[in-house]
């Protein structure tokens, strides 16, 4: 879709408005003002003077619907612009969002997922539990030799189970200092006992699931239905209990709603 154009202000068409709106309001008062003066001096000099009424009535009744034309006019545009802009602006969000997710909708999952022989991933075999991996050396310095943000865990048989943001660990090695605890050979598993409430919420709810007919928009509702989850796993039926085929993440998601 072709970018939106944005409207080009323009300060003379705005100058211009100001200028006629209070020409018309400063000239509406003042030839108010010299007709109630004329009045005035024709009833101090004949006070039986018809004739001042009747002129001042016919100019203020020729002038005045034209003047009120005028000045709702201009005043309409004046102070209507930016709402309309605004609205504009808004509804012009609402067609990207209704076309974005038309594209999400006809995109395969399992054509833009990351495939399960590309995963670099953490083993958890059966009769292990988290506190088989050290926070340092298992996942921040895994993280930084392999060049990626997330610790991905799955089991033998290619189950996942845990996609844990590099950044989540660090806050949490971060609190623990803070606190004066000693983080020395600190494991992900103290991680899920002794982490806050959200950090503990973000690694039970890392994970969900789709099948591999899914598209990207059920992907993407996912993680709106669930905020702390930013992965999502490709099964054959979208079972937690099958393995793994491929995955997606938010940045996935993000790139192909680009329209």
Partial sequence: MAAQETPVPSPFRDLLSSKVTRFVLWGTVLIALVGIGFAIAALAIDKNVKDAFTILQ??????????????????????????????????QQLVDKVTSEKKLQSVKAKDVMISRSKLVCQVMSSGEDLSKFKLK???????????????????????????????????FIASETLAGHDIAGATLKD??????????QIMKNSVKFIGQ???????????????????????????????????????????????
């Fill in 58 to 91: 016919y100019i203020f009744g020729s002038l005045l619907p034209l003047w009120g034309t005028w000045i709702g006019t201009i005043l309409a545009y004046y102070y209507s612009k930016e709402n309309f802009e605004s609205a504009n602006k808004s509804v």
């Fill in 191 to 200: 991680m899920l006992e002794k982490g806050s409430d959200d950090t503990k």
């Fill in 137 to 171: 050396e298992d996942c921040l310095d895994f993280t930084t030799t392999n060049k990626i943000k997330r610790v991905l865990i799955l089991d033998e048989h290619d189950l996942a189970l845990y996609a844990i943001h590099r950044d989540l660990i660090s806050f």
């Fill in 213 to 259: 007919d899914a598209n990207l928009l059920e992907a993407k509702n996912l993680m709106l239905q669930y905020k702390t989850c930013q992965d999502v796993f490709i099964t054959n039926n979208g079972n937690p209990s099958e393995p793994v085929l491929g995955w997606i993440t938010n940045v996935t998601v993000s790139e192909n709603s680009i329209v």
